[in-house]
Structure formats: C-alpha cells, structure tokens
C-alpha cells in the first residue's frame, strides 16, 4: 500500500510547532475498529475508517461515559456501545438529535507511523486547541 500522509492543524498552524507522541502503527489499528492508548489525561481511543483515516477521541461518550473503543465505526462515526449515541470521529461532535462533545486529540499519520498531539488535547468534554482549530 501507498505511504499515507495525514496531519490535523489549525489554519496557519504549523505543524513543526506542535509536540507530537509516537503511539504506534496504523497497522495496530483494526479496520472499523479502534485501540486505546492510557495517558496521563486519561484513555484516547484511535479510530481507523475503511478509507484508512485514523481519528482519536477520549474513549467516553458525552451521554454517560460509555467506552466509544467497543462502539461500532461506520462511516467517519462511531456509535457508543451502550445507548447508541452516534458520535463524528474528526470532531466529536453527537450526531443530532443528541447534544454534546467529547475531547479529541489531533492526529499525524506519516507512512504507517501514528504520532498524537497530546499537548494540544482539550479532553472531558472539549475540543482540541490551535491544532485543530476547535476549543
């Protein structure tokens, strides 16, 4: 397969600014499935698309903190395992009806090597910061 470049940056960010955690492979991570990574700010779980997007957002749903890793990914979405919720993986925004956020972590694919901004995640319940360009 081709080498993937992916990187998530606010406009007139740069990239080389931001300090990127080398957290594995994009092989590591199943299609339409997810991994979790422990952080010091708690669980990220990294979502692979059919398409090979990789997203990461904190591994609990907005609604009552259900384990977004054990949901099904469809699309560039997740829906929570326990009521449901369909959660966009590049924002983690809830689909409507529902309202509500999760945290995200920007994310640089490079070849098949995955690195997260962790320094630039905004988790419980926000957005990133200027990686992303949502707060």
């Not at 470049?5 to 600014?17: F, K, L, V, Y």
């Not at 300090?19 to 492979?25: E, F, M, P, Q």
């Amino acid at each position: 397969m081709d080498s993937i470049i992916m990187e998530t940056a606010a406009p007139g960010t740069a990239i080389s600014e931001i300090a990127w955690t080398h957290v594995g492979s994009i092989d590591d991570i199943p299609v339409l499935g997810s991994r979790v990574v422990r952080t010091a700010q708690g669980d990220i779980a990294l979502f692979r698309t059919a398409a090979d997007e990789i997203f990461a957002l904190e591994d609990s749903c907005p609604h009552k903190n259900g384990p977004l890793s054990q949901g099904i990914v469809h699309g560039r979405r997740v829906t929570c395992p326990l009521h449901s919720w369909v959660i966009e993986l590049a924002t983690g925004e809830a689909v409507a009806p529902d309202e509500g956020r999760t945290g995200h972590v920007p994310v640089k694919v490079v070849g098949r090597g995955v690195s997260l901004a962790l320094g630039e995640a905004k988790l419980s319940r926000g957005g990133c910061r200027k990686a992303c360009g949502h707060v």
